[in-house]
């Protein structure tokens, strides 16, 4: 079945930095577009950042954009998102996601936690 497992999170201070990274299995993961969501408290989800199954077209929100980086690695199956120069409203749960015509299948959730 398909499985997608999020690491990486933490208690960072602003202007810190946390690498992101979800395991995918169950499925062929170089075949599909990969995507990072947020959860921040008390609001909805938001979106981060796309990246088509090749790696090589990649879009960001412009809250992430210059700071966050999405990247895959095909090889072992995995999704990573780098974050640098994080602020306390990033705080929030991470999810990667599949997508497809919609995103189908989440991960779990990795609470990264922006604060002094």
């Known amino acids: 079945q398909v499985q997608l497992v999020e690491s990486g999170g933490g208690l960072v201070q602003p202007g810190g930095s946390l690498r992101l990274s979800c395991a995918a299995s169950g499925f062929t993961f170089s075949s599909y577009y990969m995507s990072w969501v947020r959860r921040v408290p008390g609001k909805g989800l938001e979106w981060l950042s796309d990246?088509?199954?090749?790696?090589?077209?990649?879009y960001y929100a412009d809250s992430v954009k210059g700071r966050f980086t999405i990247s895959r690695d095909n090889a072992k199956n995995t999704l990573y998102l780098q974050m640098n120069n994080l602020k306390p409203e990033d705080t929030a749960l991470y999810y990667c996601?599949?997508?497809?015509?919609?995103?189908?299948?989440w991960g779990q959730g990795t609470q990264v936690t922006v604060s002094s």
């Open positions: 990246i088509n199954s090749g790696g090589s077209s990649i």
């Open positions: 996601a599949r997508l497809k015509s919609a995103y189908d299948y």
